[in-house]
């Protein structure tokens, strides 16, 4: 297996919902990503996971809460978004031994859409 | 941080066509991917190349690290490998800075 798999693949939203994005893949990366991306603008990185622990968190607002509940999953739980965070939301995962990082895998990424 | 500068920022071929695209970086790197993102939003890997060169078919990378540059050739361009070519580079565990990518347009 060599994919990333993200569910849901589109998700509309009201501001004062919770909903959580899903991510897993089974190529036994330990390295695991979110990414958020606006239109006609690079993927801008929210959360690095190494070995499932928290390494990276880039001044994300509170409102996204990432969790790795095991090596092979990956989360992102919303919660009273704003307009402003419609996008597309990449997770993407690599091969990691110690400080070097391999190539990335993206999954095909949520549209996300809030109301 | 990192700065990531890729060349032409668009880019109108013929099919058939070959065409070259240039990523430039401002510092030293161990981490170099050139990706590319199809009008679906789908990002794919097609090379990781910290250094020297590699070839995948039509595609092919150098990345001079010295010289802090990356080069991705695509001969024979077809209408399917339209799309926006993101170069991103990245130190050990840093976090990987993505160009702002080229748009590639193949008309038939």
């Known amino acids: 297996d060599t994919e990333v798999t993200q569910t849901p693949k589109h998700l509309v939203m009201g501001m004062t919902n919770k909903k959580s994005l899903k991510c897993e893949q089974h190529m036994g990366h330990r390295a695991m990503y979110w990414y958020k991306q606006k239109a006609k603008k690079p993927p801008e990185l929210m959360f690095v996971y190494s070995y499932e622990k928290l390494s990276i968190n880039e001044s994300v607002p509170s409102r996204f809460s990432p969790e790795c509940p095991n090596s092979s999953l990956l989360n992102l739980h919303l919660h009273a978004l704003q307009p402003e965070d419609s996008a597309l939301y990449l997770c993407a995962s690599s091969q990691a031994s110690g400080v070097t990082v391999y190539g990335y895998t993206f999954g095909s990424g949520t549209r996300l859409t809030v109301v | 941080g990192i700065q990531v500068e890729q060349s032409p920022p668009d880019l109108i071929l013929q099919e058939g066509a070959n065409s070259t695209l240039r990523c430039n970086f401002s510092?030293?790197?161990?981490?170099l991917q050139w990706f590319h993102q199809n009008p679906w939003g789908q990002l794919i890997n097609l090379f990781y190349?910290?250094?020297g060169t590699k070839q995948n078919g039509r595609l092919s990378a150098t990345t001079v690290a010295t010289e802090r540059y990356s080069l991705l050739y695509i001969s024979s361009s077809q209408t399917t490998d339209s799309g926006v070519y993101f170069c991103?580079?990245?130190?050990?565990?840093?976090?990987?800075?993505f160009g702002k990518g080229t748009k590639l347009t193949v008309n038939p």
């Open positions: 190349i910290p250094s």
């Open positions: 510092d030293s790197v161990n981490n």
């Open positions: 991103a580079v990245g130190r050990g565990s840093e976090k990987l800075v």
